[in-house]
């Protein structure tokens, strides 16, 4: 499903190069419920980032169901992100001049919205218990509130992969608890891959494929390894 | 998405007045220059259309105020081919006009009144025109009678008025001249013009050519002229000539200036000519002005933008994460600054119609502003013009974030 083969990614600033990523190679079944973990500065946020096209690596490559990402041009990297992947950041993620309805609709605005989308988009507001609010706007909602507006514009799409950056740092444990209900049943009903950003272990089930990132390098220990092994034949 | 950049506009609504204040100003300012010379444009060309003969004067002069022929110069016109009539004038400033001079008259707006007084009251001062009566009567185009017929009251001059104090004046100076009640002056009225030697005027006729150069002229006998003006027989100030064929006033004018070398034969043409020129100086200067004030909001504009993009560049890391394309971003900003320029043109144009309403209640006596609908595109063209111009730069600065830069500016 995702395969990533030997990925560096170094920025510049300035006179220094930082080497966020030095090597990393991994691969994430499909509709596995996968976790990037580390430290704060070790690359986990790059790392999640260039699989959904957000910038490209340094070198090495990327491959998210065939398509290798590295060779995209810059039209099709708007296409894949619009309709194959749904992204979810720790916060700032809604617009706060559309209402929640809108902004589940963001990736369509340009195109232009059909009621079907429309009705897609309050149906799965009300999915993640938001049906009564489909016309606020984010200021008036919660920050758990504001998350599963995000979620929700994330799957409107119907994504392959769906990929979260901290999802619940913000959150206090019960509206992360939500979140997390949410994603896992996707996982469940939809076989969607999801890879998850997390500072916080509690949410990890013993079968999750677990990516530990440490200085830009994949540090599988023995027993994540074993599940990874497992994962890959189920 | 273009409600979507509408309403980015009005979430930052002290902003976009601002913005707007700053664009209206400048396209308003060139909606009333443009306004203001078209008001010129008529106001010359109503009046010297009217005028369908030649004026003879002295070279290079500005005025037949200033101008003066020996009287036998009549004759030597009347020799031309295709001369038909040739109709003797004195012109002068006129003295006092019921004890006020009119010097004395602008020399004071000048220290009380300040330059746009000055202005008009040096405009305004009366002219005293005194014609030869019989061949005035058998021009074909006396601006002075068919005006007097048309609007105006009374009797035109006959020759039965040589050698009397009689004059026609128009209603303007009716106005400026009032009598000791208080009143316009009225057909019947008695003016007394003079310095020392003040004489009584009958007002016999009251004419209305609604034409700021013309309705300032006191009309009488040209013999009466000469007693009160102190010109002698053998001197008028210019001739109005009527040509056998009007359409060959162009030839006969030069003809006339072949034959005598001291004079101008200005037909309305040439007037028109001159007048075309200045207008086209004022056009260059018009230009100039819009370049300046399309400058002037560009830059207010960019500024408004950078601003607004600069602070939701986050917000556009999220929309391109959900896959709006950089064409997408630089629409959605190049819209909303469109749209400022948009709400920019309608306010001025709005402005500009009251503005101009407004003052031609006030300056009347022919000048007249005029708004044609023209001006009204021209100044929402210009305003989204710079709108949009001054939102590509912006626009095109928002759309270049890398998505995943824009994302880490918010997440920490
Ligand atoms: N645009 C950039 N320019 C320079 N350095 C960068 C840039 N983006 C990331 N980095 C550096 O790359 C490294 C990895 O950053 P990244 O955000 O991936 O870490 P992270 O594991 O997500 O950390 P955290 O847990 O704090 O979010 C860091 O040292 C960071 O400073
Ligand atoms: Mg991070």
Redesign the interface.
């Given at each position: 499903m995702i395969d990533v083969a030997d990925v560096k990614k170094s920025f510049r600033s300035g006179e220094r190069t930082v080497e966020a990523l030095r090597g990393v190679t991994c691969h994430i079944p499909k509709g596995r419920f996968a976790f990037i973990v580390g430290p704060s500065g070790s690359g986990k946020?790059t790392l999640l980032?260039l699989l959904?096209a957000?910038?490209r690596p340094t070198s090495g490559r990327i491959v998210v169901s065939g398509t290798d990402l590295t060779a995209m041009s810059?039209?099709e990297q708007?296409?894949y992100?619009?309709?194959r992947i749904g992204?979810i950041?720790?916060?700032?993620?809604?617009?706060?001049?559309?209402t929640a309805v809108?902004n589940v609709l963001?990736?369509y605005?340009?195109r232009g919205l059909t009621p079907e989308l429309e009705r897609r988009a309050v149906e799965l507001l009300t999915q993640v218990g938001l049906g009564g609010r489909v016309d606020h706007r984010p200021y008036q909602l919660s920050g758990g509130e504001q998350q599963r507006v995000a979620i929700a514009?994330a799957l409107i799409k119907d994504p392959e992969v769906v990929l979260a950056?901290?999802p619940t740092g913000e959150l206090d444990s019960k509206a992360g608890d939500e979140v997390y209900r949410i994603l896992r049943r996707l996982q469940a009903e939809r076989q969607t891959t999801l890879v998850v950003v997390t500072h916080d272990r509690r949410f990890i089930n013993p079968d999750d494929l677990v990516l530990e990132i440490q200085d830009g390098l994949l540090k599988t220990d023995e027993s994540e390894h074993q599940r990874n092994l497992i994962g890959a034949e189920v | 998405?273009g409600r979507?950049a509408w309403?980015?506009l009005l979430?930052r609504p002290l902003r976009t007045t601002l913005a707007l204040v700053g664009l209206s100003i400048p396209i308003l300012g060139v909606i009333g220059l443009f306004s203001l010379s078209g008001g010129l444009r008529n106001l010359v060309g109503d009046t010297l259309n009217k005028i369908q003969g030649v004026m003879v004067m002295r070279d290079n002069l500005p005025s037949p105020v200033f101008s003066d022929l020996p009287t036998n110069y009549g004759e030597r016109l009347k020799a031309v081919p295709g001369v038909k009539v040739v109709a003797p004038e004195v012109w002068k400033i006129a003295p006092s006009v019921n004890g006020t001079r009119s010097f004395t008259r602008t020399a004071s707006d000048l220290i009380t009144g300040g330059g746009a007084k000055a202005m008009k009251s040096l405009l305004d001062m009366p002219l005293i025109q005194g014609q030869d009566i019989p061949t005035h009567t058998n021009l074909r185009s006396g601006v002075y009678p068919s005006s007097l017929k048309e609007k105006g009251e009374g009797r035109y001059l006959e020759p039965s008025d040589a050698g009397t104090n009689r004059v026609v004046i128009s209603r303007k100076l009716s106005k400026d001249f009032l009598k000791p009640d208080g009143t316009p002056s009225g057909v019947g009225d008695k003016l007394r013009i003079g310095d020392k030697d003040v004489k009584e005027f009958e007002i016999v006729g009251i004419y209305d050519t609604g034409s700021m150069f013309l309705d300032v002229v006191i009309v009488m006998d040209i013999g009466t002229a000469r007693k009160l003006l102190g010109v002698s027989e053998d001197q008028v100030s210019t001739f109005y000539v009527e040509m056998t064929d009007p359409t060959a006033n162009d030839k006969v004018s030069l003809a006339i200036e072949k034959a005598m070398p001291d004079v101008d034969a200005r037909s309305m043409n040439e007037f028109m000519a001159n007048f075309g020129v200045i207008m086209s100086k004022v056009d260059i200067f018009l230009l100039m002005t819009v370049s300046l004030a399309l400058l002037v909001g560009i830059v207010g504009i960019i500024n408004t933008m950078l601003m607004s993009t600069t602070e939701r560049f986050?917000?556009f890391g999220?929309?391109?994460?959900?896959?709006?394309?950089?064409g997408?971003v630089l629409?959605l900003v190049t819209a909303e600054s469109a749209f400022l320029g948009l709400m920019a043109g309608a306010i001025s144009c709005v402005m500009a119609y009251a503005g101009v309403t407004i003052i031609n209640q006030f300056i009347g006596d022919g000048l007249r502003l005029t708004l044609p609908f023209w001006l009204f595109g021209l100044g929402i063209g210009i305003s989204l013009v710079t709108g949009t111009l001054g939102g590509l730069y912006p626009a095109w600065r928002a759309s270049k974030l890398?998505?995943?830069?824009a994302?880490?500016l918010?997440?920490h």
């Amino acid at each position: 499903m995702i395969d990533v083969a030997d990925v560096k990614k170094s920025f510049r600033s300035g006179e220094r190069t930082v080497e966020a990523l030095r090597g990393v190679t991994c691969h994430i079944p499909k509709g596995r419920f996968a976790f990037i973990v580390g430290p704060s500065g070790s690359g986990k946020s790059t790392l999640l980032y260039l699989l959904g096209a957000l910038d490209r690596p340094t070198s090495g490559r990327i491959v998210v169901s065939g398509t290798d990402l590295t060779a995209m041009s810059e039209a099709e990297q708007n296409h894949y992100r619009r309709d194959r992947i749904g992204f979810i950041f720790q916060a700032f993620n809604l617009i706060s001049n559309l209402t929640a309805v809108e902004n589940v609709l963001v990736p369509y605005l340009p195109r232009g919205l059909t009621p079907e989308l429309e009705r897609r988009a309050v149906e799965l507001l009300t999915q993640v218990g938001l049906g009564g609010r489909v016309d606020h706007r984010p200021y008036q909602l919660s920050g758990g509130e504001q998350q599963r507006v995000a979620i929700a514009r994330a799957l409107i799409k119907d994504p392959e992969v769906v990929l979260a950056d901290e999802p619940t740092g913000e959150l206090d444990s019960k509206a992360g608890d939500e979140v997390y209900r949410i994603l896992r049943r996707l996982q469940a009903e939809r076989q969607t891959t999801l890879v998850v950003v997390t500072h916080d272990r509690r949410f990890i089930n013993p079968d999750d494929l677990v990516l530990e990132i440490q200085d830009g390098l994949l540090k599988t220990d023995e027993s994540e390894h074993q599940r990874n092994l497992i994962g890959a034949e189920v | 998405m273009g409600r979507f950049a509408w309403r980015n506009l009005l979430t930052r609504p002290l902003r976009t007045t601002l913005a707007l204040v700053g664009l209206s100003i400048p396209i308003l300012g060139v909606i009333g220059l443009f306004s203001l010379s078209g008001g010129l444009r008529n106001l010359v060309g109503d009046t010297l259309n009217k005028i369908q003969g030649v004026m003879v004067m002295r070279d290079n002069l500005p005025s037949p105020v200033f101008s003066d022929l020996p009287t036998n110069y009549g004759e030597r016109l009347k020799a031309v081919p295709g001369v038909k009539v040739v109709a003797p004038e004195v012109w002068k400033i006129a003295p006092s006009v019921n004890g006020t001079r009119s010097f004395t008259r602008t020399a004071s707006d000048l220290i009380t009144g300040g330059g746009a007084k000055a202005m008009k009251s040096l405009l305004d001062m009366p002219l005293i025109q005194g014609q030869d009566i019989p061949t005035h009567t058998n021009l074909r185009s006396g601006v002075y009678p068919s005006s007097l017929k048309e609007k105006g009251e009374g009797r035109y001059l006959e020759p039965s008025d040589a050698g009397t104090n009689r004059v026609v004046i128009s209603r303007k100076l009716s106005k400026d001249f009032l009598k000791p009640d208080g009143t316009p002056s009225g057909v019947g009225d008695k003016l007394r013009i003079g310095d020392k030697d003040v004489k009584e005027f009958e007002i016999v006729g009251i004419y209305d050519t609604g034409s700021m150069f013309l309705d300032v002229v006191i009309v009488m006998d040209i013999g009466t002229a000469r007693k009160l003006l102190g010109v002698s027989e053998d001197q008028v100030s210019t001739f109005y000539v009527e040509m056998t064929d009007p359409t060959a006033n162009d030839k006969v004018s030069l003809a006339i200036e072949k034959a005598m070398p001291d004079v101008d034969a200005r037909s309305m043409n040439e007037f028109m000519a001159n007048f075309g020129v200045i207008m086209s100086k004022v056009d260059i200067f018009l230009l100039m002005t819009v370049s300046l004030a399309l400058l002037v909001g560009i830059v207010g504009i960019i500024n408004t933008m950078l601003m607004s993009t600069t602070e939701r560049f986050v917000e556009f890391g999220v929309l391109r994460t959900n896959g709006w394309s950089q064409g997408n971003v630089l629409a959605l900003v190049t819209a909303e600054s469109a749209f400022l320029g948009l709400m920019a043109g309608a306010i001025s144009c709005v402005m500009a119609y009251a503005g101009v309403t407004i003052i031609n209640q006030f300056i009347g006596d022919g000048l007249r502003l005029t708004l044609p609908f023209w001006l009204f595109g021209l100044g929402i063209g210009i305003s989204l013009v710079t709108g949009t111009l001054g939102g590509l730069y912006p626009a095109w600065r928002a759309s270049k974030l890398v998505p995943m830069d824009a994302i880490r500016l918010g997440s920490h």
